[in-house]
């Protein structure tokens, strides 16, 4: 359902649920070839492991790198039809903001023929029609530094800030730093503390900076780094130390001491399962349990009474984290009788959030 109104709309859709968005999606039809839906096997570091799983090459569309089937077919990201079907599920979920994951101009990952800023715009015009924001995943790349991500920083604000559907939180922007701990938080110190030789903070450039919590005490390199928050993004439990939500209040209480932390920003997601792509990764496959895995990953979030939670994801479809509508299909993994079922079950947590 989609309610047109900005006052209906903003009755049920929450600015502060963020799911992670990911656009390296290249169909035969649309782009003239296959991206991401074709991924390879991933190599596992060891040699003695890695000789028990072949090498693996997906072939689109029956055979494709996930687990689970999307409702709309192995899409191209770039589709404007794909992009507004996308916001309205958005919509329809009460998820208000789509964090998009993004890499520089002329700049992708290893397994893309896309290059995502080239339709960010389009992203944000559709977004806007369905008064949906956008806010920004920055992704790892090549030689990332702290001087870099000021550029990147300083590209987003200036290209899109002016658009209307830019997110900004209490009229900051905000962007999630990915793989945040491979900059030392010396260098991250000189970009994020307001006497930092390329400090961005009380200038047109100040951002809420949320940097990525991974293992235990991670919340003392962040705060030395001056980020104003962090996110735990992984959707699999016991994974690691973030993204086990036993362990948050105790991270919670560790930021809520460092006044330079103010923001714990949960990720929530509904199982993981990426053995398509890891078949070695087993061990780690969360069985989504119906939906109880979903309800219970809010649980914990909700009841330490975040300012904003972030989902993991709407849509990357390789580690079977997606809420995005699904089919059953033979070969596939079990989404249950109804696509709209994540969709549905967001909506009726955000709302029961709010009473």
Known sequence: MLLCSEQAVKSFVSYEVHAFYYPWYAS??????????????????????????????????????????????????????????????????????????WYPPNTKDDNAILFVDDFIPLILDIANEFQEKICFHLEPYPNR?????????????????????????????????????????????????????????????DVIAIGLYVERGDNSKLSSGYFDGFYTYFAAQNFVYGSTSRNWREMKNAAKQNPRLRFFIPSVGPGYDDTVVRPWNFRNTKDRLGGNYYRQMWADALQLQPEIVSITSFNEWHEGTQIEKA?????????????????????????????
């Open 28 to 101: 035969e039809s649309f782009n003239g070839e296959w991206s991401h839906w074709n991924h390879k096997t991933i190599p596992h570091w060891t040699p003695s492991i890695n000789k028990q799983y072949p090498q693996k090459q997906h072939k689109p569309p029956e055979d494709i790198a996930a687990k689970y089937y999307p409702s709309l077919g192995p899409y191209a990201s770039n589709d404007p039809s794909v992009i507004r079907d996308h916001m309205k599920q958005c919509i329809s979920a009460g998820i208000g903001t789509l964090s998009v994951s």
């Open 145 to 205: 530094s702290a001087a870099s991500v000021r550029n990147d920083i300083e590209y987003l604000i200036t290209k899109y800030g002016s658009h209307p559907a830019f997110y900004r939180y209490e009229g900051k922007p905000l962007v999630y730093i990915y793989d945040s701990y491979n900059v030392p938080s010396s260098e991250w110190r000189e970009l994020l503390a307001p006497d930092g030789k390329i400090t961005i903070r009380n200038t047109p450039l």
């Open 327 to 355: 089919v059953q299909k033979e070969g596939y993994s079990d989404y249950g009788s109804d696509p709209e079922f994540y969709l549905k079950l967001t909506r009726e947590i955000i709302e029961n959030s709010k009473k």
